[in-house]
């Protein structure tokens, strides 16, 4: 030993041992969540969002005022508190714990005697937060009972992506034998007409519809020259009205590497062509025997209103992204009209302009992070499964009150062009973190396709709900791009796309079950959703959002008990509705009808059946499949609607009990003008701690 050495015991060696044991288990205790999936993730920002607007409402103060006063019932005041205010921001289907200690300590939990408990979960998260008690003096209470809601239909518009053909029809039979679309010149069946049919829903009021088509032409003799696009006749229902001439065609850009020059058109397709229900078109392709020639994409945009059934005192808003379109490429090339580095496609003028300088990210620098791509402008991505995209990307700023009760929300992505992929994030500023809803590709623990590229695997309706906070500043990205497996950087674009948001200054409890964003391998895709009935209950609602393909959707109850299958994909179906219809009452009482009836209260399974294109070339999803793909997207969901509105109050602080009263009739008024037969009580808050810790843990039941 030296003078500033160790002696090593048994005793010191084992307690170092038990010190680097410990270390080692609180950091992987505090790395875990990290590693524990989307899932997990969202269970965070739910716990973090629901005790920040628990704390701004007053909900965490009136409780702990109440527990701490000379009352008899001073624990179950504080309860009910509590319960009444967790309840309604805690969905269905998620267990919750959350414990107060402002010197008496007071917890609620769910009711687990159907579902998994806080004892028996292994993935719980837990959040704690210490709030300031309230100042000195009187904490006054008022409020008001609301009766149970009404239901209304309300109207709402959409676009949607009716039919999208996102491939290169030369890569299917016939087209791609010798004399492409120059011999085999329909679209679909090849020489001879043979109708593809898409879906508008029943009962929709229909404004009309937009087209866009891309051409691609190659001259087989020489270079350069200019090559012309094609001339089209599209037929729609058997009406042949829509004739575009080749000239009329917009010159995009000449592909990199190649010879190809490649072309756009955009064009409406009038509202007397058009059939709620099921609707059918094909193409025929005006030729020049000059030219080797292509289709490299076809979209269909339909605009309708369509009714949903909805408790009134709900607030829907159709938050719009920008538009954008465009290619962008990875170096300074010839595109056919000076060099650049993609073009810029303007969707409402129809304008093409250069993109004079680079932009570029990896995806890992794109996915899941901030970064200044998501202005509408293209850029390329690198390293998408080892693959380039050419992109864009659009980002909306959704700011929800701490007030206004999140019901339901969605996003619909309308994209087109040689779109390949697509990825949906959320971000907001409590997490402080973007976070993933929807990727083409299977990524982390999500599995999103049985396809490893996820090609095709294109969106319409994505569920963001659970997603969206309370009380918080929102981002929602899309982003979309072209698969570049070597160098060709084609167009892609993103036309009317959207947010749905359904919101209530109410405490309206609004369940959502979303089913999974999945794509099959083959042209049948089946899952099954249970969901959950309570004595409240008064609607269950399935919107579906289906793979943009669809040819039969079928919904059961995992038996033969079929409540709708059919061609056309509704927006929505009344579950109760049906099951009354049909004599099932499986979920509604035996003396229910369609028009009135009665939930019985219980846990059911739901699931859903869906049929793609039979022929690939149809939706051109996969050329190596003989049959296109079916998908379902989260947007596809049961709504459980339970509108039995509890008590509605404010709070305010007095220096006597008469004034905190006032103060808190009056902050309740300006929530709620109308409201009548308003109760008021008043508590001293001198006894308050000055700190008072809450704890919230959540778990999947």
Known sequence: ?????????????????????????????????????????????????????????GTLDSASVAALSNSSNATNESKMILSSSVDNLIPNGIGYRLTIDPGTPVSVERDSSMNTSYLYNKDTVTRVRVISGPQEGWWGRAWFKSEPVEFTNQQVNLTTTSWIFHNWLTNFYPWSQSG???????????????????????????????????????????????????????????????????????????????????????????????????????????????????????SILSTYA??????????????????????????????????????????????????????????????NHDHSYSDGIPFVITGVNGEDGSAVSVVKDVNIPSDNNILDAYVVVNSWGAVDN?????????????????????????????????????????????????????????????????????????????IMLSTSEYKIKWDTYPFDSHQASDNSEVQTKAFTLTEDSQKAMLFLGLGLNTRNVRVDYG??????????????????????????????????????????PGNYPLRITVTGPSKAWESGDYQSLSTGTASIFSGTRIGVINPQIQNEWSTGMGSTAEEAMQNATANLLDKYPGAQNIHTSALFAGNTPNSVTVRLDLWNQ
């Open 180 to 298: 492409n679309l120059r011999t085999y010149s329909y679209w679909g069946s090849g020489t001879t007409p043979q109708a593809i049919s898409f879906t508008i829903p029943d009962g929709a009021t229909i404004y009309g519809a937009k087209y866009l088509q891309g051409s691609s032409s190659d001259n087989r003799y020489s270079w350069p020259t200019t090559n012309p696009a094609f001339g089209t006749n599209t037929v729609i229902n058997s009406k042949p009205a829509l004739v575009v001439n080749s000239n009329q065609f917009t010159f995009l850009n000449k592909r990199v590497d190649s010879s190809e020059l490649m072309y756009n058109y955009q064009g409406n397709i009038s509202q007397s062509l058009l059939n709620p229900g099921l609707n059918n078109f094909y193409v025929n392709f005006i030729t020049n025997s000059n030219y080797d020639y292509n289709m490299p994409w076809f």
């Open 306 to 367: 369509t009714n949903i059934t909805v408790p009134v005192n709900v607030s829907t808003n159709k938050i719009p992204f920008q538009n954008a379109a465009g290619l962008a490429v990875d170096r300074l090339t010839d595109l056919g009209a000076g060099n650049g580095y993609g073009r810029i496609y303007n969707l409402e003028t129809g304008q093409v302009t250069n993109l004079n300088y680079l932009r570029e990210i990896s995806w890992n620098d794109m996915y």
């Open 422 to 498: 697509t990825l949906v994030e959320v971000w907001d500023d409590q997490s402080n973190d973007w976070r993933t809803v929807f990727c083409s590709f299977d990524i982390g623990e999500a599995e999103y396709s049985d396809l490893s590229d996820g090609y095709g695997n294109l969106p319409g309706t994505i569920y963001i709900g659970k997603e969206l906070m309370q009380g918080a500043n929102n981002k929602v990205r899309i982003t979309t791009w072209d698969n570049v497996p070597s160098s060709d950087y084609d167009l892609v674009g993103l036309q009317d796309s959207y």
């Open 1 to 57: 030993m030296d003078e500033k050495g160790f002696i090593f015991t048994a005793d010191a060696t084992l307690a170092l041992v038990v010190v680097i044991v410990f270390t080692v288990t609180v950091a992987s205790y505090i790395m875990l969540p990290m590693y524990m999936g989307q899932e997990h993730q969202h269970l965070e920002a739910l716990a973090d969002s629901a005790l920040q607007v628990m704390e701004q409402d």
């Open 559 to 600: 038996n033969n008990q079929i409540l709708y299958q059919g061609s056309v994909v509704p927006f929505s179906l009344d579950l109760a509705a049906l099951d009354a219809q049909k004599g099932f009452h499986k979920i509604t009482t035996a003396n229910s009808t369609a028009t009135n009836y009665t939930l019985v």
